[in-house]
T-cell receptor, first 113, second 113 residues
């Protein structure tokens, strides 16, 4: 069964600090891995998307890495801001049925002043 | 910017009612999706559509149906609403091609009393 596990479940950091969120998956065959940010009461917004051949992708202060051999990804947030407080969701798509991606349960990040 | 619009942010209905949730996207995307999001369970796929009048079951289609008569509009129907269908419903669209991000609406929080 395809699974995506995210850790930690929740995280509290001080404004200006860096943090790293983890995503481990068992989805196979692999097509792509996406990170989304979901603010409270809003829909998820895409941060990065990586295919098998990509091992890092940046979007401003967000940098995602992918190790397709160990089936692990991380999302690193640099110099956190209060607006980074959100849920971060890892999504992995197989290289088969294009519609059935597997979603992680998300990591809830709280940035405090 | 891609815009995915869901007709209602909040909706309250009674058990047994037929409920329609509407979703419209403005970017001519081929693929559209309906998810529900519950605490601790992440996003779960209900139905998706890869073309007009085409639909595929997701992971939890029971108690739901969908309609896609026009490319830009994807409707989710609860045939006879039940209390266990109280949830946040998210619609998404995606262009053709597997390695593209999904674009989400802001969700409809549906309560069934």
């Amino acid at each position: 069964k395809n699974q995506v596990e995210q850790s930690p479940q929740s995280l509290i950091i001080l404004e200006g600090k860096n943090c790293t969120l983890q995503c481990n998956y068992t989805v196979s065959p692999f097509s792509n891995l996406r990170w989304y940010k979901q603010d409270t009461g809003r829909g998820p917004v895409s941060l990065t998307i990586m295919t098998f051949s990509e091992n890092t992708k940046s979007n401003g202060r967000y940098t995602a890495t992918l190790d397709a051999d160990t089936k692990q990804s991380s999302l690193h947030i640099t110099a956190s801001q209060l607006s980074d407080s959100a849920s971060y969701i890892c999504v992995v798509s197989p290289n088969t049925n294009a519609g059935k991606s597997t979603f992680g349960d998300g990591t809830t990040l709280t940035v405090k002043p | 910017d891609v815009k995915v619009t869901q007709s209602s942010r909040y909706l309250v209905k009674r058990t047994g009612e037929k409920v329609f949730l509407e979703c419209v996207q403005d970017m001519d995307h081929e693929n559209m999706f309906w998810y529900r999001q519950d605490p601790g369970l992440g996003l779960r796929l209900i139905y998706f559509s890869y073309d007009v009048k085409m639909k595929e079951k997701g992971d939890i289609p029971e108690g739901y149906s969908v309609s896609r008569e026009k490319k830009e509009r994807f409707s989710l129907i609860l045939e006879s609403a039940s209390t266990n269908q109280t949830s946040m419903y998210l619609c998404a669209s995606r262009p053709g091609g597997r390695n593209q991000p999904q674009h989400f609406g802001d969700g409809t929080r549906l309560s069934i009393l």
